[in-house]
């Protein structure tokens, strides 16, 4: 017998990560302070703050919803070519389908918060204020603790059976177990509005994490041929 190496058929996994991050980070510039006064109020802000963001800065509201909407993509296809590959690789471990589940999830909430956030941008929308309120707060939960908790059932799911497999560097696999405690602890915000820091702490990491995922999850196989 003769070994050989199999090759997992599939595009390349940095590809959809790198796209992930950067159309991510992209849609948060024209919010944030980078692009401007008023910048893009939280939760706990009052809704005359709200109000007087959505009045003033529309334009940027709607080119943050377009780029996150398109980076929702990316993360499923990540997340599909990701558990393809732990498949492919010999996993069969439950944690595959609950990253598949989560990883689906994440970005299935994802769209739909950019598409409340577009919704958000129409003309009079800022007048209505109570209109406005609830799609904020809607659109808040679907991409704040919505989006947490599942990008930690992804991070969970393929972060365990690729440590255990030694599949991934050992930092890989502890940022990834870290990341997934917070985001399932996000969860707690809905509650504990103090405890909004879990959210960006699975988010932020989570582009280091899903990049390393990338570039070091085994896209080959020793297999034995005649």
Sequence with gaps: MTPTTDRHQGPPLWLPAVM???????????VTIFGGRPFYPGPEQ?????????????????????????????????TATAVSRLRFLGVRAAG???????????????????????????????????????????????GG??????????????????LLYRFIPKWVGILGIIIAIAGELSWIQIVVPKAIPLIPLTRFP????????????????????A
């Excluded at 603790?145 to 690729?162: D, N, Q, Y």
């Excluded at 989570?206 to 041929?225: D, E, H, M, N, S």
């Design 20 to 30: 992930y991050v950067l159309l991510f980070l992209a849609g948060l510039y024209p």
């Design 46 to 78: 009052p809704l005359d703050v709200m109000v007087e963001f959505f009045r003033l800065r529309s334009s940027g509201v709607l080119l943050c919803a377009f780029l996150q909407f398109g980076a929702a993509i990316p993360l499923a296809l990540f």
């Design 96 to 142: 595959a389908e609950i990253a598949l589940f989560g990883g689906f999830a994440a970005s299935i909430l994802m769209l739909a918060s950019s598409s409340i956030l577009w919704v958000m941008t129409f003309p009079g929308m800022a007048q209505n204020r109570d209109v406005l309120h609830a799609l904020y707060r809607l659109s808040f939960a679907l």
């Design 145 to 162: 603790p919505g989006f947490s908790v599942p990008f930690g059932l992804l991070a969970a799911g393929l972060t365990i059976p690729a």
């Design 206 to 225: 989570g582009f280091v994490w899903i990049i390393a995922v990338a570039l070091t999850l085994p896209k080959t196989r020793r297999a034995q041929a």
